[in-house]
């Protein structure tokens, strides 16, 4: 299956995973994923089943809920990545990979089996930020990268997934409507987690610095991704804790 877009029965037409489906809250996510499982299950109760399309709907529904990971509940995306990688006999690591904005900016160099030697931030041991890699940056960045201190060519080493926590620094996607009929955008930037909580409305929010001695910015987490946090630049964004 193309990266963005998923082949009807009849090998004819394509559906785009970034128009399929506007959703701008976890409600309308959800309910777009059931009805892809429906489509899926449907595939599988034909007569003969057809499993090569309900992989194709398993595997449309993944790029979908990338596209839109924001708004997607963590247990239902975890388990489009490990029925994917069933199918396609790729590690959670290499499907997740892929699938993240690193890919875009990173070649990926090798999945870590055991913690790699000279990083020393706690974090890095939580077996809830797994799998880690190593990544080495394009040549080409933009300005959202580059201006937290990354430069091309810089090796890190990265948790590929959406766990933060107070303090760590992530890369991080933020998915912005496009104008008129133009699709939507998504911005890529990393920064420093300052923290997470509940606003009075009972919101979920995210404090971010983007730059030493910047004031925190307020953002909501819906719609915002996080793509991994950054375990071996401590030495970036310092400052985090100073409000």
């Known amino acids: 299956m193309k990266r963005h877009g998923a082949a009807d029965a009849e090998g004819e037409a394509t559906i785009d995973v970034t128009s399929w489906r506007s959703v701008r809250s976890r409600r309308e996510a959800s309910a777009a994923l059931r009805d892809l499982a429906d489509a899926r299950n449907a595939a599988l109760a034909m007569l003969p089943p057809q499993p090569d ?7 449309f529904a993944l790029l979908w809920a990338q596209e839109n990971r924001g708004f997607v509940p963590r247990r239902i995306f975890d388990d489009l990545v490990r029925r994917v990688g069933a199918e396609d006999g ?17 070649g990926l160099i090798r999945v870590l089996r055991r913690h790699p030697c000279g990083v020393i931030n706690p974090f890095s041991r ?3 930020l797994r799998p880690l890699i190593e990544v080495e940056m394009h040549q080409r960045l933009p300005v ?5 201190g990354i430069r091309p060519g810089d090796r890190l080493i990265v948790h590929v997934g959406s766990e933060v926590y107070d303090g760590a620094l992530v890369l991080l996607s933020l998915k912005t409507p496009g104008e008129r009929s133009a699709p939507d955008r998504r911005v890529d930037f990393i920064s420093r987690v300052v923290s997470v909580h509940d606003d009075p409305s009972g919101n979920a929010n995210i404090s971010l610095r983007l730059r030493d001695g910047d004031p925190p910015l307020e953002l909501p987490t819906d719609g915002l991704c996080a793509e991994g946090v950054i375990f071996n630049r401590d030495d970036l964004l310092i400052d985090f804790q100073r409000d």
């Open 90 to 106: 790729r590690s959670r690591a290499h499907v997740l990979f892929g699938l993240s904005r690193w890919s875009a900016w990173a």
């Open 144 to 148: 959202g990268i580059t201006s937290c």
């Open 126 to 128: 939580d077996r809830r």
């Open 53 to 59: 399309l309900a992989a194709a709907f398993d595997q």
